[in-house]
């Protein structure tokens, strides 16, 4: 059984930094994809970042430039560096592990930490 537990949420000023961290447990880490997603409220559930098992990244557009992923498969860790934070990024941050032969095809996810940005 995989568990992820989130971590890092806060509240915090336009502008301002936080660093999410999502610390993974039950599963072979380093052979994950992971990912970051979102939801603020009254809105769907949208993906903000994603890091492969290579160590490639993506991003959504309106983090670009502002949000970085990490992953130290040494600490079984993904991390989510935001920087410049906006009030429309308030919403709760969700860890995410994708199916795969891993994980017996399975998804995951975190329980959520809340951000709140104030203007």
């Known amino acids: 059984q995989v568990q992820l537990v989130e971590s890092g949420g806060g509240l915090v000023q336009a502008g301002g930094s936080l660093r999410l961290s999502c610390a993974a447990s039950?599963?072979?880490?380093?052979?994950?994809?992971m990912q970051w997603h979102r939801q603020a409220p009254g809105k769907q559930r949208e993906l903000v970042a994603t890091i492969l098992r290579g160590g490639s990244t993506n991003y959504a557009d309106s983090v670009k430039g502002r949000f970085t992923i990490s992953r130290d498969n040494t600490k079984n860790t993904v991390y989510l560096q935001m920087n410049s934070l906006k009030p429309e990024d308030t919403a709760i941050y969700y860890c995410?592990?994708?199916?795969?032969?891993?994980?017996?095809?399975?998804?995951?996810w975190g329980q959520g930490t809340q951000v709140t940005v104030s203007s």
């Open positions: 995410y592990v994708l199916p795969n032969a891993v994980n017996d095809w399975r998804d995951y």
């Open positions: 039950g599963t072979v880490f380093g052979l994950n994809t």
